[in-house]
């Protein structure tokens, strides 16, 4: 075992107690401060902080506006002095009109208004008589006015006359104003509040007798504008318009209903008394009556005041009755801008405000803060929140470091024991520290110390007894020191002499011990696990003419934990993690044979030791994804043995065995680098070959390859020997073909139409060939489908008569369903080539009168043709079974047998057609006649009671004069012999008039109707020209 010094036992306290507990602890309070604020932010406490301040403000502007309009309809709704006056008023002017008298404000009215100004809180009350209302001049009026709305005298020395005689003065006791006036001269006065109010108060209806408010904008003294109560004067029997009397109210009694400190402890505040002017999609103009509140009143220029909407982020459906969803802003010239002034504005109602539609009076009461005043108590509870998280923070950290401290001092003091304990060779007893938690560690650390040291020893000799071959490195790169465990000799016998079982090195004796060890090695394979960041190599090395192989892992480990066995003295490591590089070597000689053994099981042809199916398309597949380009050049070549079969049922299984090992060695010499050869199957074989510049480099490889093969005899006995024989076929990479399969199918073609030609032969793939005999070949199952399945459906044609146009019969045309083979020539070609032609007639037979028996209605009164095969016959009881299964249904009279061939007809399955059709009074019919070998041998042969001419000699008729002569001489010869003529492939109405004048019995082609599933008649118009046609004839008339 190594030896341990105390200064290789050094920890690094990454994580001291304190350190752990002053996290966690501000780990919880960091929680709690994330909590408080996502709950801030969650709750919106800001945003409610805001909303109550707005709606703090509102109710105070609501309240406000209440009071003003329950101030101002006082004033005129319950004064008992304005119906005096009214009466006195009513009582001079009866006199003036009935007497004759002048107005005079006698002493009754005057008094009246005195005890008004004085007993009312109001500013001041006029009455205005308007003798000459047509004419401009001298109008009679008494104005008094409170000059000290605060005190009330009793010597009434806070009254003053503004205007009115004199001696009004002294009948009342009452001062003159500085500026007072005796009389009202409309000449020089146009502006005055007079004017304007007798102005507007005749515009009003006499029979309502109604007053109203109005503070003109251009009528204003020293103390600021007014607001006014005008009570129009009519007479009662006439309606007559005579005078006003007038309701002063100043903007100093405004001021002590409109308390704007109320809304803004700055003093930022105002109320605003406003009548609405101008209303557009931008903004709105209002004209200022009062403004209390000189913080925004300074900003008031002109009594003009323009505000527009903004959606009111403070509202609350709560509240959604009384509340607004908008809220007006101030708009100011050369105002700070951050300063936005919020106005919550409430209407002014007044009962009495309508009487006159000249008066524009939508008075608003609008209570005006800046809008930072309504977020500062949000802005102030954030702030005084964050304070105190922050104090708190300071003193809870403070207080849980002295915790932790004290809690960690005992942890720390035993950590340096242990420290202080550990010797040369062992553990010494650590001092205990009357902490019951700690002397249990120390109790614990001590018995698995002992424990660890006793399993150490114990597992080295496990691994001495046992002979367990592997051999294990650990490498500090920090200290280059190596740590090395197991001996190679347990793998390689007798590597090193008396090879220690434990090695402590340096890392350049390691290293260099490494690349002795590892340069006559072969690495078979290297895998790299990215997970793991682990490299894994099996290596072959040969030992005294022996091969080995080994697995080698390494691992680079960072922060790697070190144990404290078998430390050095000199180690210098200060860090009780750190990077090292472990590297493990096991004996993989076992292992790798059985490997070896399953992957030749699996990739080889046991009998010629080739390459099998799949792994020769393996290496063909990547050896054509690596050639990107496809640049490269290759063969596919493909060979099939000739006799394998006769080989083996004469000579036996062995021997065939030998014949196939012995085709294979030859065919296997074409292995090479990219070239790849393979036994596929029992007697096939294949071969990749590369070639660098000429096709012709290929085919003298084959040919020399078929020469071997051709000379080749392989001895059964001493008097009989096989010559071995292979036919093959031969396709080109990438000219033919660039994937594996399509190469696979194109040289499989090549090779048997290579067999079907010459057997022994070299064939080369050829497209047109392939296009078309390609089917022969793949398309043997898709036809066994084809048939068992009955993958079919039949078309019919009508066939028309050249007379009438009526349809005499329908020939029944056979159409595909099949996915794979779709033309009917390729189904002919293939039963033909398979020797299915007799089950092409059955099915055919079956499925046509399987379809007429569903339509028997459609086909009443029809023949039906059916496409027949000459060189086949059904054998008798089959076609007698297929016919009692519908001989209740279908007329077997109206059958016709249309006989089909290109080559010459079987007579004896002709004579059996012919006899068959006899029996059930069904008749026959020559297809395609004038062509191919139906010719007038064949009239001679079928006597068909029915010929159909070619579509060759119909195609042009009405141009072609040598077609007009053939045809005429078949239906002389036909008619001759009471055959009727069908002309089938009419494609033109000047082909049908040809035939019609020719004499054609019946006509059928793609002008008159395409084939279709559905079984219908031709249409009305073809079935005209028909009809038309014979009578330009000269034939009968329709």
Known sequence: MFKMNKKDITFKNRHSITSIMVLSFLGVLLIQLVVLFFNFILLRTDHKLEQNTYRYIFEKVESRSRELERYLTELWANSEYMKQIMDFSQTVYNEHVNLGKNFVINKDISGSLLDMVELMEISGAFIVFDDKPDMLGIKKAVHLADANLRTKFADKSDIILRVGEEKIAGDLGVYLENDWKPFIDTRTMSKTIYE????????????????????????????????????????????????????????????????????????????????????SAVNTNYDVISIQGPYVKRLVKDNELFAHKIKNKYYNEAYKIQDNKYLTVLDFENTNKDMTLIAIQRPIRLSAKDSSENIDTNWYLMGVIDKSELEIYSKELIESIIETLLLSLIIDGIIIYLVSYLIGYPLRKLSNDIKESYTKGGLRKIKHMNIVEIDNIIDTIEVLSQRLLSSSKKFQGILDSASIPIIAAEKDEASGVVYKMGELSSIFPGYINNEKFEVRMSAEEYDKASRYFFSDTIIIDSIYDIEKDTQIDIRKKIWNGESYYIKVITRQVKNYWRTYEDMSDDSNETSDKKTVTLQVIMDYTKDMIEKIKIQKERDFDVLTDLLNRLSFKERVEEYIEKDVRKSKKAAMVMWDLDNLKYVNDTYGHDFGDSYIRCAGSIIGILQGKDSFVARVSGDEFFAFIEYEYDKDEIRQKIENIKIKLDSTNLRVSEDISVRVRATSGIAWYPDDATVYDDLHRLVDFAMYTAKNSQKGSIGEFNRDSYDKNYILISGREDLNKFIDEKQVKFAFQPIVSAKDGEVFAYEALMRSVSDKIKNVGDIMRLAKSQSKLLDIEILTFEGVLRTVSKYTEKFKDKHIFINSIASTSIPEHRFYELLNNYKDIIDYSKMVVEIIESEEVDLDSLSIKQRLATEINAQIAIDDFGSGYATESWLLQVNPNFVKIDMALIRDIDKDMERQSIVENILKYTKERKIKVICEGVETHQEMKKLINMGADFIQGFYLAKPDFEIKDISREKKREIQVLNVLKGGQSF
């Open 196 to 279: 304007k109010a007798i102005k507007i108060a005749k515009t009003v209806n006499p029979r309502e007798k109604t007053g109203f408010w109005f503070s003109p904008s251009d009528v204003s003294d020293t103390n600021g504008r007014s607001i006014y109560f005008i009570q129009p004067l009519f007479d009662d029997s006439t309606g007559i318009f005579y005078g006003v009397i007038g309701i002063e109210v100043g903007d100093e009694l405004i001021n002590e209903i409109l308390r704007y400190t109320e809304l803004s402890e700055s003093g930022k505040g105002a109320y605003i008394l406003a009548n609405e002017k101008y209303v």
